[in-house]
């Protein structure tokens, strides 16, 4: 019998919110190299139970809204929880469907800003995703992108299925965009500021099949 996809089996849930992932990945350093200024609605693209959640806030302008976008239900229902114990606002968290080629509902406004935080590596091909979440980002926005180093680390998943930061450069180029600049980091893993090529017309792109 197949078995889940690690990112779904309970014990990576637990791993999102441990001390273990906190030191590999301290958020506010990561953070508080962004630019926020105007930053008004962001999307959290694999949210998972929030592990940046509250963090957002407290570099986020005044008033502005996250979108938090999972695929999976229970992921939800835990930051949903979260949201009225913890009395977060402008914050809505909501499904999206498990595809190489994520589709956004109609009702998100355009983005200021796209989290993305361990997520793209699950992806079969990047250069999908990273067009499929684009769609709903305003032409001067800009993609945040963490994810693993292809290196053994003192936790997390294993290295198959990691993508290395040359090849994690590939698919960005391929998906129309820029690496803008490389945040610091640690060795086990990259953070990226993604922007659109500005010498690429969005319409000369492979489109991407919905069927």
């Known amino acids: ?3 889940l996809p690690y990112y779904e089996e309970p014990e990576y849930h637990e791993y999102l919110i441990s001390p273990e992932r906190r030191e590999l990945f301290p958020r506010k350093d990561i953070l508080s190299q962004i630019n926020w200024k105007d930053v008004h609605n962001l999307l959290d693209f694999g949210m998972g139970n929030g592990y940046f959640l509250q963090y957002f806030y407290q570099f986020l302008p005044a008033g502005a809204h996250i979108w ?3 695929c999976q239900e229970i992921l939800i229902d835990a930051t949903l929880k979260r949201k009225v114990k913890e009395k977060i606002e402008n914050f ?3 499904y999206v469907e498990r595809t190489e080629h994520p ?3 109609d009702w998100i406004p355009e983005v200021d800003m796209i989290f993305a935080s361990c997520v793209l590596s699950t992806f079969a091909d990047p250069t999908l995703a990273i067009k499929g979440i684009a769609r709903n980002m305003k032409k001067e926005g ?3 992108l963490l994810d693993w180093e292809k290196k053994e680390s003192p936790s997390g998943p294993d290295i198959m299925h990691k993508i290395s930061l040359d090849r994690m450069k590939y698919f960005v ?3 129309g965009f820029l690496i803008k600049r490389k945040l610091k980091t ?3 893993i990259y953070a990226l500021e993604l922007v659109r090529n500005p010498d690429i017309d969005p ?3 492979p489109r991407i099949s919905v069927e």
């Open 1 to 3: 019998m197949r078995g």
């Open 68 to 70: 938090g976008a999972e």
């Open 92 to 94: 809505i968290p909501f």
């Open 103 to 105: 589709l956004l509902p």
């Open 142 to 144: 800009r993609i945040i």
């Open 173 to 175: 180029e391929d998906s």
């Open 186 to 188: 640690n060795e086990y």
């Open 203 to 205: 319409s000369e792109l």
